[in-house]
């Protein structure tokens, strides 16, 4: 099957892991990948040594000088045929997603799509990069702001979206005039082997020079190149906290731009008038989805104890009802997690609960048997825990779901869901106005998503992702996150004869 998918894509089982386009290389260590689905090998590739490192940033500066001289709605064009071209590869691309990460099939085609929708996002967006227009407080002067494209732009990526996050950046940063040189995971390099193969099929089918975009396979060592590395002067880093920090702190001590993405510890409020069905649907798919390896996937559901039994009791019934298996087959709700380190990440957890002396609603275990060969399928558990218990501010990246109890009004559940370090999703469902308001207001949740009566994940494209806290504070997607990949500049020009100065200077020449 594997074989199939990657000869539809125009790749190979044995496929150079580096890219400044159409030319591919790698001299760096080799490295295999393997299906969490079954545990099959998918292929071998190749990461990157010093030296073909610094050809790539050197082919990157010089396509740069080329690219930003397009205008941004023809760069526009060359998106839109990307998106075209993510189309027509729709099925195989998103299959093989569903097999290198494990994530299931609809989520996998969902995923590429969310790589189209940014696209077509991305070309109207090619014809409005607006700036501003000010009035001067000198005579016959005028004052306006501008955008410029940065440059080099580094895009690390995580394993639990393989391609759809490099898409949120490429397609941004490419109509604002950038280029991009991208390191994925090494948990899912193939993912990345057939986007790059997308993408430079596209560029150099309208004549547009290598290093656009480029991919570099390999380790954190690669990772910490990109982020010392003063000719790139922006790095979008999406991962743990822990990866976050450091990319940061490189990046800050040469004075650069870094967007992080980085850790979610996500919480849904249930209030006294929640609809308890939409809330048992948004949990499961929320806390289940992607085998609990979304930044926002639901960690901690907080219910007012007057509709506690009653959703614990849904919640029980549902779990029992989940069908855990190959993420290809359409019938499973889901799959493996990415690895054998991640079950062991998971069972971890699931100690540490029960130090807490915690009760299980739902308790975790690995399955075994026929269909979960490759050790990395877990059964998604629920524990009945105090809000204060340590393992509770921890994100762990799996199935794994906190169910608190609060009492009183909706202030002191706040309070609880913002009592964690990470600030990326939220969400509250409720049919009180007066609830819904107080949850979005300034004194309400402090995550940079905040959802009425959905679940924490599933965000739209059209809207800026991102959030606060030990999340790290970057944007990436919609509204105006165009601007981080661009320089502003202000503009006064004065269109006298005479040049008056500030505060009355005058010199009498």
Known sequence: MISAILKELGISENHKGNSTGTKWFGSGKSFDSYSPVDGKKIGATSSLSIEEYENCIQQAEKAFVEFRAVPAPKRGEMVRQLGDALREKKSALGKLVSYEMGKSLQEGLGEVQEMIDICDFAVGLSRQLHGLTMHSERPL????EQYHPLGVVGIISAFNFPVAVWSWNTALAWICGDVTVWKPSEKTPFCAIACQKIAADVFAA???PEGISCLINGDAEVGKWMAQDQRIPLVSATGSTAMGRNVAQAVAARLGKSLLELGGNNAIIVT???????????TVFGAVGTAG????????LIVHETVYEELKNGLKKAYGQLKIGNPLDENNHMGPLIDTEAVNTYLNALKEVEKEKASWVVKGHVLKGEGYESGCYVHPAIAEIDATAQIVQTETFAPLLYLIKYSGDVSNAISIQNDVRQGLSSAIITQDIQDSETFLSHWGSDCGIANVNIGTSGAEIGGAFGGEKDTGGGRESGSDAWKVYMRRQTNTINFSDDLPLAQGINFDL
């Open 272 to 282: 006294p008038s929640a609809n308890i069905k939409t809330t048992i649907i948004g």
């Open 141 to 144: 002067h005028r004052m306006y």
């Open 293 to 300: 390896q979304r930044c926002t996937s639901t960690r901690r």
């Open 206 to 208: 309208n004549g547009l």
